[in-house]
């Protein structure tokens, strides 16, 4: 991802904690977390628990409004501080990865990250996703007739995704925010 991308960015770090050190690594997450609000862009963390509290992978899920500001979260002192504190509650390296298609239906203004069910998101997936490929292909098709098909599955794929991510999901999730939040219809 480049630095000139824009749109929220969703990042998950997972880190296995130290036994018995739960109690701990919940103190030092919040610190962290409190430290990643005062950055620019920041939209909001969530901490997914490993069930039962203990025994478990702890998963922190950030989210800013793009990828620069996320990059400045992650390159900053504060952080870069924060993670040496907190290093002798994990064991192993933690893991981070971008986000999947989620993102998607987790609104810009969020303060946490809770998704909708899956069944709503996949449903206002297909809802979007149908039409959109309809389209794509029916405007398409004429043109790349001549392509091999895994060119054109690609570049079908491609704009795809940019569309969906940049133009109908934005709108689909703002046109359906009250049935998308926690007791919406359904």
């Known amino acids: 991802m480049s630095d000139s991308e824009a749109g929220p960015v969703t990042l998950s770090v997972t880190r296995n904690v130290r036994r018995g050190r739960e109690a701990d690594f919940e103190a030092w997450a ?48 504060v952080r870069a501080e924060l993670l040496e504190q907190g290093r002798e509650l994990i064991e192993g390296q933690p893991t981070e990865q971008l986000a999947g298609l989620e993102f998607w239906f987790t609104p810009p203004a969020s ?16 809802l979007a996703l149908y039409p959109l490929n309809l389209l794509l292909n029916v405007l398409l098709s004429p043109l790349l007739s001549s392509w091999p098909l895994a060119l054109r599955l690609l570049l079908l794929a491609v704009l795809v ?12 999730t703002r046109v359906f925010r009250s049935w998308l939040s926690p007791g919406g219809a359904g």
């Open 30 to 77: 919040a610190t962290l977390n409190r430290a990643a609000r005062d950055f620019p862009g920041h939209l909001g963390i969530g901490v997914l628990r490993p069930p039962g509290g203990s025994g478990g992978p702890y998963t922190m899920v950030v989210r800013f409004a793009s990828y620069r500001e996320l990059r400045s979260w992650q390159e900053s002192r």
């Open 111 to 126: 303060p946490t990250l809770r998704q909708p069910p899956r069944w709503k998101m996949a449903a206002l997936t297909v």
């Open 161 to 172: 995704v940019v569309v969906m991510t940049y133009a109908v999901m934005p709108m689909v």
